[in-house]
Every structure is written in structure tokens, then in C-alpha cells.
């Protein structure tokens, strides 16, 4: 810690001097002005600035997540409801405490109203009615975009790629604030910025600077929205699964930041080759560096390779860090899905028991 003869709180800011500058040139010219007024509006360049006082009821802080000022973690699962909602009931039998949800279309996709078909010929639920009804039994809701639709209907899936590069990267910004306005004071709603971002062997032209530059941006064009304090998901690189990008730029995207947590997803790079003790060490070693992380993604399946994540479900009860499966979906014969087609536990030894192993994770 170093130390100055005048500390920086008695110096004047920037943005303060510039304010001061324009009033005085009000003055001068004989124009009426409130200091609000006279401030320069605020531009992509600057990072929007953290709240004073206490951000309630959710907060991260030193590397953990809170709710209403003490650690808490969740356990979840990852769901399609933009294409209808579930039977909530089962859910709450298998104790599902957040639900991180899939948005395949977010060009089309309704914040809020009715149910709409969109150009690709699917029908979309609205966002504030799948939050309603997850609310309803007191669970928190991730809204996260997937993939986006152009006009004529073919979908671009998010997985794998650089975000400032699409051509549709303006409107996806748009958009996104759009959604931050409509949930800013439902704080039980948190903002993903993007899915599985990046090339997974960091091709592509990939670079941590390049992470840190999108993820500022994306970040900040959510806070953007006046009000909206609640929590913002950060993925990681190597689509979504590595945790070096946090680790070697993290601080920095923190350093004016609040409220963010690093999602990572636990395929192959978390659940082949490792043990239980490797897994604690990584995930101790991120919380030590005061980042606080989520795995917004945990399967059996997973290009092309058959997983086993017992190994892992252990090390993140150890750890206390918040757990999604994927996919709370009725499907018998995809392995990843929790639900055998008449909502029974998907669990065979094709899938590693999947089903069971993640119902009895929630209960415990």
C-alpha cells in the first residue's frame, strides 16, 4: 500500500473538474444549467460507476456470493423454458434452488407478454414468465443468450465465438439492455453475458486481452442501464470450460466492477484425467484470488466423450460452489438430460446414472 502527501479523496475527479469547467462556462455565457446537466454524458469509454452503499439483497464480495449479507450457494439445473414451461412441481420435488435458462433466438425472444413465433418458425415463451413462475417457488433465474436469429430464420449458435467480431454484436447489445431494463429491480434475475465464448484450444485468433475486452464491454454495456445493480455472469475461455482468462485478467475486469461472477463448465478439461484433489485445487485456487465463480454447466456427455462427474459433484460440495446441471429436459435418449421421457431419472449406465447421481447431489 503506498501513500501520498494528498491522498486521492480530497483531489478533485476528472468527471468533477470537466462539470465544473462546463458550468463555469454557462456561467460566462449567461445559460441556466443544473450540475446534472453540465455533466458530459457518459460514453462507451467510461465504466459506469459502483453504487454507494450496500447492494441488497445479492452482493459478491472477496470471492464469495452473498444473500442479504452472509455466503450462500446454490444447487440447479439448466432449462429450456423459452419453449414452454415445466412442470414446477417436479422441480421442487427434486429440490432445485436456481435455473439457469437457455436463449436460443435473443433477437426474437419476448422479454415479456405473450408468446410469439419467430422467424425460424418456433414459438417463445417471455422471459418475465418463466422468471414469475421460478419465483413462485423461490428460485433464482439466469437468464443467458445462447444463440442468435437472423431475418430469414437460421439461428448462429454463441458457443465458440468471438463476440465483438459477429455482425450482429450492436443489436446483441441492444437487446441485452433491453433485458437489463426489464429485470432491474428483480434482483432474483441474473444477466449471463454470453455462452461458451471462444475457440476451445484458443484459436481463432483468441487472446486474454481479447476476453478482456469483450467481457468489459458486455459488462458495462449492462450496467449501462440506469439501475440495474443485479448479479452479471462472466464466462470463461476455451469455451467456457478454462479458467485461465480469470485467472491472468480477471482483476482488472473487476478493478470499478461489482456484482460479477465467473461461470465456468465442467466438461472434459474438469472431468477427464483429474481427481477430487486436483479439482479442490482449482477451484480453492480461484477463490483465493477472490474470484467468485459459479459452474453454470456440468454434464455426462460432452463432444463426443463420456464423462464421470462424481468425482467433481464432490469437489464442489467441499468447496461450496453454486452447481447447474445440464439439462433438465424429458428426453430418454440424450444422455445429459436429468428426465427419462415420462419424468422419471434418465439413469443407465450409457449416462453414468446421470440422472440419480445429480438428484441425490440436490437433496444432500
Given at each position: 500500500m503506498s501513500f501520498s502527501l494528498f491522498p486521492n479523496a480530497f483531489l478533485p475527479k476528472p468527471r468533477t473538474i470537466r462539470a465544473l469547467v462546463w458550468i463555469a462556462f454557462a456561467v460566462v455565457l449567461g445559460f441556466s444549467c443544473s450540475p446534472e446537466e453540465a455533466l458530459p454524458k457518459q460514453t462507451d469509454l467510461e465504466i459506469p460507476p459502483v453504487p454507494k452503499g450496500p447492494i441488497r439483497p445479492f452482493h459478491v464480495e472477496a470471492g464469495s456470493l452473498h444473500y442479504q449479507g452472509l455466503p450462500v450457494t446454490y444447487k440447479g439445473v439448466n432449462a429450456m423454458q423459452t419453449f414452454g414451461l415445466v412442470d414446477p412441481g417436479l422441480m421442487n420435488d427434486w429440490k432445485v434452488g436456481i435455473v439457469r435458462e437457455f436463449i436460443g433466438n435473443l433477437r426474437e425472444q419476448p422479454i415479456q407478454g405473450a408468446a410469439l413465433q419467430a422467424s425460424d418458425g418456433k414459438w417463445y415463451h417471455s422471459l418475465q414468465k418463466i422468471v414469475d413462475q421460478n419465483r413462485a417457488h423461490n428460485r433464482i433465474t439466469i437468464l443467458c443468450p445462447f444463440g442468435w436469429v437472423d431475418e430469414v430464420g437460421k439461428q448462429t449458435l454463441f458457443t465458440g465465438l468471438?463476440?465483438?467480431?459477429?455482425?450482429?454484436?450492436?443489436?446483441?447489445?441492444?437487446?441485452?439492455?433491453?433485458?437489463?431494463?426489464?429485470?432491474?429491480?428483480?434482483?432474483?434475475?441474473?444477466?449471463?453475458?454470453?455462452?461458451?465464448?471462444?475457440?476451445?484450444?484458443?484459436?481463432?485468433?483468441?487472446?486474454?486481452?481479447?476476453?478482456?475486452?469483450?467481457?468489459?464491454?458486455?459488462?458495462?454495456?449492462?450496467?449501462?442501464?440506469?439501475?440495474?445493480?443485479?448479479?452479471?455472469l462472466v464466462p470463461g475461455n476455451e469455451q467456457g470450460q478454462s479458467e485461465a482468462a480469470v485467472m491472468a485478467k480477471g482483476a482488472?475486469?473487476?478493478?470499478?466492477?461489482?456484482?460479477?461472477?465467473?461461470?465456468?463448465?465442467?466438461?472434459?478439461?474438469?472431468?477427464?484425467?483429474?481427481?477430487?484433489?486436483?479439482?479442490?485445487?482449482?477451484?480453492?485456487?480461484?477463490?483465493?484470488?477472490?474470484?467468485?465463480?459459479?459452474?453454470?454447466?456440468?454434464?455426462?456427455?460432452?463432444?463426443?466423450?463420456?464423462?464421470?462427474?462424481?468425482?467433481?459433484?464432490?469437489?464442489?460440495?467441499?468447496?461450496?460452489?453454486?452447481?447447474?446441471?445440464?439439462?433438465?429436459?424429458?428426453?430418454s435418449s440424450y444422455k445429459n438430460a436429468l428426465l427419462t421421457n415420462e419424468g422419471l431419472p434418465n439413469a443407465t449406465a450409457e449416462n453414468a446414472f446421470w440422472g440419480l447421481k445429480f438428484q441425490n447431489y440436490l437433496k444432500q
Amino acid at each position: 500500500m503506498s501513500f501520498s502527501l494528498f491522498p486521492n479523496a480530497f483531489l478533485p475527479k476528472p468527471r468533477t473538474i470537466r462539470a465544473l469547467v462546463w458550468i463555469a462556462f454557462a456561467v460566462v455565457l449567461g445559460f441556466s444549467c443544473s450540475p446534472e446537466e453540465a455533466l458530459p454524458k457518459q460514453t462507451d469509454l467510461e465504466i459506469p460507476p459502483v453504487p454507494k452503499g450496500p447492494i441488497r439483497p445479492f452482493h459478491v464480495e472477496a470471492g464469495s456470493l452473498h444473500y442479504q449479507g452472509l455466503p450462500v450457494t446454490y444447487k440447479g439445473v439448466n432449462a429450456m423454458q423459452t419453449f414452454g414451461l415445466v412442470d414446477p412441481g417436479l422441480m421442487n420435488d427434486w429440490k432445485v434452488g436456481i435455473v439457469r435458462e437457455f436463449i436460443g433466438n435473443l433477437r426474437e425472444q419476448p422479454i415479456q407478454g405473450a408468446a410469439l413465433q419467430a422467424s425460424d418458425g418456433k414459438w417463445y415463451h417471455s422471459l418475465q414468465k418463466i422468471v414469475d413462475q421460478n419465483r413462485a417457488h423461490n428460485r433464482i433465474t439466469i437468464l443467458c443468450p445462447f444463440g442468435w436469429v437472423d431475418e430469414v430464420g437460421k439461428q448462429t449458435l454463441f458457443t465458440g465465438l468471438n463476440p465483438s467480431a459477429q455482425p450482429f454484436y450492436a443489436a446483441y447489445r441492444s437487446r441485452m439492455q433491453a433485458i437489463a431494463e426489464q429485470f432491474k429491480n428483480q434482483p432474483d434475475v441474473w444477466l449471463e453475458v454470453w455462452n461458451e465464448p471462444y475457440f476451445w484450444n484458443n484459436q481463432q485468433g483468441y487472446t486474454h486481452a481479447l476476453w478482456l475486452k469483450d467481457m468489459a464491454d458486455m459488462v458495462d454495456n449492462l450496467r449501462r442501464v440506469q439501475g440495474f445493480q443485479n448479479i452479471i455472469l462472466v464466462p470463461g475461455n476455451e469455451q467456457g470450460q478454462s479458467e485461465a482468462a480469470v485467472m491472468a485478467k480477471g482483476a482488472e475486469l473487476l478493478a470499478g466492477r461489482y456484482n460479477l461472477l465467473f461461470d465456468l463448465h465442467a466438461y472434459e478439461k474438469w472431468l477427464q484425467n483429474t481427481s477430487e484433489a486436483q479439482l479442490i485445487s482449482r477451484l480453492q485456487a480461484l477463490k483465493k484470488a477472490n474470484f467468485a465463480v459459479v459452474i453454470g454447466e456440468v454434464g455426462v456427455y460432452n463432444a463426443g466423450n463420456n464423462l464421470d462427474p462424481s468425482a467433481f459433484l464432490a469437489a464442489v460440495k467441499q468447496t461450496d460452489v453454486s452447481v447447474m446441471a445440464w439439462l433438465w429436459n424429458k428426453d430418454s435418449s440424450y444422455k445429459n438430460a436429468l428426465l427419462t421421457n415420462e419424468g422419471l431419472p434418465n439413469a443407465t449406465a450409457e449416462n453414468a446414472f446421470w440422472g440419480l447421481k445429480f438428484q441425490n447431489y440436490l437433496k444432500q
